[in-house]
């Protein structure tokens, strides 16, 4: 049976992939509201959202990009509270997705990557703590935490 240490050093690793992810993700989608090279973004706004606007659902997708580029910024310079911030725009996000039009599928991808946001301001906690000697780490074999 395999057991794999939960150390200091792989709790580094995952937080660093997460904050990366959870950090250039929004940046991508934030420059591609003024590309479209990705997908046309208008598409995914709430027709409702877009008859209130006073302005073209495009130039509303624009200032939602600048908004995702913004808290992709704040990810990859303050993890522990940019995390929360995209989490929750995700979590809008999908909201809208499913009462708009309903992209399902969309919003499900969106609510995933707002439980890896979480889970990457949990981590940033972690982070911030002092360090613990390695010899600590909890060890998982069988689905059972082995405490050393």
């Not at 709790?11 to 940046?27: A, N």
């Not at 209130?52 to 509303?60: A, D, G, W």
């Not at 609510?111 to 906690?125: D, F, H, K």
Request: charged share 15%.
């Amino acid at each position: 049976m395999e057991t794999a240490a939960l150390t200091s050093h792989n709790v580094h690793r995952v937080f660093t992939l997460l904050k990366f992810t959870c950090g250039l993700v929004p940046i991508i989608a934030g420059l591609d509201k003024f590309t479209d090279l990705l997908t046309d973004w208008d598409k995914y706004l709430n027709p409702s959202i877009a008859q209130m606007l006073p302005f073209s659902p495009h130039t509303f997708m624009m200032i939602v990009g600048v908004i995702e580029i913004v808290a992709g910024l704040i990810v990859l310079a303050r993890p522990a509270i940019g995390a929360y911030i995209v989490m929750a725009w995700l979590i809008c996000i999908a909201l809208q997705l499913i009462i708009g039009k309903g992209y399902f599928d969309v919003a499900v991808r969106d609510l995933v990557m707002a439980m890896g946001a979480y889970s990457l301001a949990q981590l940033a906690r972690t982070e911030a703590q002092p360090k613990v000697r390695e010899s600590s780490g909890v060890q998982f074999s069988g689905g059972q935490a082995l405490n050393h």
